[in-house]
Nanobody, 121 residues
Framework: VQLQAYGGGLVQAGGSLRLSCAAS????????MGWYRQAPGKQRELVAV???????NYADSVKGRFTISRDNAKNTVYLQMNSLKPEDTAVYYC????????????????WGQGTLVTVSS
């Protein structure tokens, strides 16, 4: 199983970016998907998650500015980021919680390689 994230880049404050993350390989089902980020010198933190039923949860710092969504047919999760701020600068990592086989009880969490978002002031 591989997760490929892309869409990062350099943007001015107030701008927008859209991150994508596609899962590929052999698995039975993807349940939760989401995005975390890690800024220089800081711990990785939750940005947004979405369940298989499309229930979402956001960090307080991004509520109203970021929107997470998914396309189950494409095994892809998106993060639309608007009104970006310099403090949003970080490496963004996607994850997918999935079952490899139909009989599996627990999900396994797989991570993407990270994509850098830099917001200039």
């Amino acid at each position: 199983v591989q997760l490929q994230a892309y869409g990062g880049g350099l943007v001015q404050a107030g701008g927008s970016l859209r991150l994508s993350c596609a899962a590929s390989g052999s698995f039975f089902r993807i349940n939760g998907m989401g995005w975390y980020r890690q800024a220089p010198g800081k711990q990785r933190e939750l940005v947004a998650v979405i369940t298989s039923g499309t229930t979402t949860n956001y960090a307080d710092s991004v509520k109203g500015r970021f929107t997470i969504s998914r396309d189950n047919a494409k095994n892809t999760v998106y993060l639309q980021m608007n009104s970006l701020k310099p403090e949003d600068t970080a490496v963004y990592y996607c994850h997918a919680d999935l079952k490899l086989g139909a009989a599996d009880i627990n999900d396994l969490r797989y991570w993407g390689q990270g994509t850098l978002v830099t917001v200039s002031s």
